[in-house]
């Protein structure tokens, strides 16, 4: 009982970290509490966990007649399943009604994955309680902030490397740490760009150089010639990639400076690109087609996936594929059907996708996170001066804005 108790508590602060809630647990002699939690006998059976009970006339709960019951005859072996059940569970005393969207915790079918928070769910108790204040708070104020990126490295290979940097007009490069103080990793006037995936951070100079850091090392190590050829860089999976003036795609050999051409599809140049984590290679042309090849890319093995010229940006999270048009739409492909689904109907001028989440920034500056249903977007920021939002795969979130500031989503 004990255990169960803790992890109870812990699945309440879940709830309590992202909305303006203060729950305590109620001594015994209160002769009313808001939530009982108890456990009854339901049959031994893997279709029913829990249940929650309240009395409601459709505008409020009433308080203290609402229950939360667990089986009590369910052999509760596994800690993370208990307080997830209990996750969802809270959310239903709090308010929430199930979700349509699978990956959300409060979906009403549970299909042996333990999710974590999910837009829609966090979008939901917004809804109901608003947001904890503040909403943001600002890391880092400083006018020679360039811009900043994000490493979050797939699920199952994490790396010491991950986290947030941000890159000076000076070239010097800072890590973030979780203390809130920033830590130079390398001070070079001539860097000009950062990326960074899976165990390594890059740096491209002027000269064209690139250069790679690796995971538990300091030194960094020279990965290309100096060439004007090169225009930028992009790292994903465990892959880093450059795209070429000449309208050529390369990426690293992983061996000395060797980079090795990947043929394109069609004459216009590359535009974009961004890969999935299994390193799928998806680029976006100069002309709006937007083609993909999957590792290890030879010559014959792109794909026109979509012709459009209306297409100007592109993101991957996972193993999820977003474009977006001039009209300020995202559109979102759906793999298992192969079909394109507008996610957000106007107002985007840029998109970012890391794992499940997906951001959008409107002309205005402000910052819309996706919560899962087609057209449903939660304002994070709706400041007017927001230039980049990065994130990671646990749902965090940071954004700079003009004048250099960096800011962190707190709730």
Known sequence: MARSLILISAAFARWTQIAPLTITEAPSSTLRADIYIRFMSMGPTEDVYAFTNMIADGLALSSGLINI??????????????????????????????????????FPFFEGVIRPIHPDDQAGIHSVYGWKNPRWS???????SKGVIQISSASGAVSTLDGLYQLRSTGQILRYNPSGTWTSVDNNKDTIQISGSNNFLYQRHTDGTIWKLTAGSSTWQQISPASSNVIDISAAADQVYMRRKDGWVARYSGSGQTWLTIAQPSAPGSRQLAASDSATLWNLLANGDVVRSEYPYTSDGWQVVDSNPSNIAIAVGGEEFYKLQS????????????????????GSVAVYAVGSFVYSRHEDGSVWRYT????????????????????????????????????????
């Open 69 to 106: 019951t667990f089986n009590d005859d369910f052999a509760w072996n596994d800690d993370r399943l208990f307080n997830y059940t209990a996750v969802h569970e809270i959310g239903h005393a709090l308010g929430l009604s199930h979700s349509k969207v699978e990956p959300a915790i409060m």
């Open 372 to 411: 899962g249903s087609p057209g449903v977007w939660e304002m994070l920021d709706g400041r007017a001066d927001a230039v980049v939002v990065v994130g990671d795969r646990k749902g965090g979130v940071w954004e700079m804005v003009s004048g250099g500031d960096i800011y962190r989503l707190v709730s």
């Open 138 to 144: 600002r890391i880092d104020s400083n006018v020679a």
């Open 327 to 346: 009209d300020g739409s995202v559109v979102w492909l759906d793999s298992t059907e192969w079909f394109w689904r507008t996610i957000e109907e106007g």
